[in-house]
């Protein structure tokens, strides 16, 4: 089985565990957000700046991996015109039910992010994409497809992992792991997450998630840092995470 498979079937079941992420919101938080109360998250704890997105208003939005009914939503309510890509199954199930219960008319596609992305060049005024390239094997084709499908003057939000999570041991107090940390390749990191159950993932250095961005031709205009939101390195405040701002500027 592929490893994008095995992951979507991961999710799948953590879905109907009552995974945090695939968790979508209610219809009195849905109300809250046309009255203008709302936050979303690309990482666990901080909330994404709202002059990040700006007016939202006819905006063409993008939810890359973003599936579950929680952002997608909020931005609906906000008036972009949205679509959201996922692939899992049960991720995209909640969208299409949050959708039907607000009356939202939202795209929703079950793709895989690793293939080139099913949308025309320049579709998208912005990209939202929380955390979840650490479930591919390389992001930096990611990015350039998220240039190509968006329009000049696109923003992409997204929120990436540093690798740090991936060198320590279940209980965040021991580095066990040498990097990259590859299960695809190294069957003794297989054995490690099979038995932890986290589903297929990788580490990215932060040449990858930054740097790829540039070299895809972005801007990258802000950043901030994030925790886990619980456990060991949470609590000695060691972050983990990180969300970027860039934008599309075509060279003059």
């Known amino acids: 089985m592929d490893y994008q498979d095995i992951n979507a079937k991961t999710i ?14 209610s219809h009195e938080e849905f109300l809250a957000a046309k009255q203008g109360k709302w936050d ?20 063409k939005l993008l939810g890359l ?34 959708a039907a219960r607000e009356g939202c008319d939202v795209n929703i596609v079950r793709a895989d992010m690793t293939k080139p992305l099913p949308f025309e060049n320049e579709s998208f005024d912005i990209i939202f994409h929380p955390v979840s390239n ?5 992001v930096k084709p990611v990015w350039k497809e998220c240039y190509r499908v968006l329009k000049p003057g696109g923003f992409l939000i997204s929120g990436v992992d540093h690798y740090i999570n991936h060198i320590v041991d279940g209980t ?13 390749a190294n069957k003794d990191q297989r054995a490690q997450i099979e038995a932890e ?46 969300a970027m ?5 075509e060279k003059q």
Request: overall charge negative; some cysteine.
């Open 12 to 25: 799948d079941r953590w879905v109907e565990e009552g995974w945090e992420w695939g968790r979508p919101i």
């Open 40 to 59: 979303v998250y690309l990482t666990p704890t901080k909330p994404v700046p709202h002059e990040w997105l700006g007016s939202l208003k006819g905006k």
């Open 65 to 98: 991996a973003s599936g579950g009914g929680q952002q997608i939503p909020v931005f609906s309510a906000l008036g972009a015109k949205c679509t959201v890509l996922d692939y899992s199954e049960k991720q995209l199930e909640s969208e299409r039910s949050v």
């Open 134 to 138: 650490c479930y591919i094997r390389e």
């Open 172 to 184: 965040e107090r021991e580095i066990i792991n040498s990097l990259p940390f590859d299960p695809v």
């Open 197 to 242: 159950d986290v589903g297929m993932q990788f580490s990215h250095t932060l040449e990858e998630q930054i740097n790829g961005q540039l070299e895809a031709g972005f801007t990258l205009l802000s950043l901030y840092e994030d925790t886990n939101g619980e456990g060991r390195l949470h609590e000695m405040n060691i972050p983990t995470f990180l």
């Open 245 to 249: 701002r860039a934008q599309k500027i």
